[in-house]
């Protein structure tokens, strides 16, 4: 099992950078593929990017692709998320999850969730 911790967001101009950081616990973190997901109000839960545990191949969705940038740390058990040209329509609660299997776009094949953390970009 494992347990993940958000932290890096926050209030941030159109235009602006953020980099999230998700820190997990427990054993064996380099097992894990790791995604973050976003869930804006009123909205599903959005696939944002992930990164597999063997060969930290990386995946996005459309509307982060050139901007977001996911990146991991198997030494320090942390992955990152890097965001620049923010727009307000990434305004969101972000979520760090990991997965031991299944499709890494799908939500609902994530074993494990991190509590969120709020991204606001101003226009």
């Known amino acids: 099992q494992v347990q993940l911790v958000e932290s890096g967001g926050g209030l941030v101009q159109a235009g602006g950078s953020l980099r999230l950081s998700c820190a997990a616990s427990?054993?064996?973190?380099?097992?894990?593929?790791m995604g973050w997901f976003r869930q804006a109000p009123g909205k599903e839960r959005e696939f944002v990017t992930a990164?597999?545990?063997?060969?930290?191949?990386?995946y996005y969705g459309d509307s982060v692709k050139g901007r977001f940038t996911i990146f991991r740390d198997d030494a320090k058990n942390t992955v990152y998320l890097q965001m620049h040209s923010l727009k307000p329509e990434d305004t969101a609660v972000y979520y760090c999850?990991?997965?031991?299997?299944?499709?890494?776009?799908?939500?609902?094949?994530?074993?494990?969730w991190g509590q969120g953390t709020q991204v606001t970009v101003s226009s």
């Open positions: 999850a990991a997965q031991s299997y299944g499709s890494i776009r799908l939500s609902s094949e994530y074993q494990y």
């Open positions: 990164i597999t545990r063997s060969d930290g191949r990386t």
């Open positions: 427990g054993r064996t973190f380099s097992s894990y593929t």
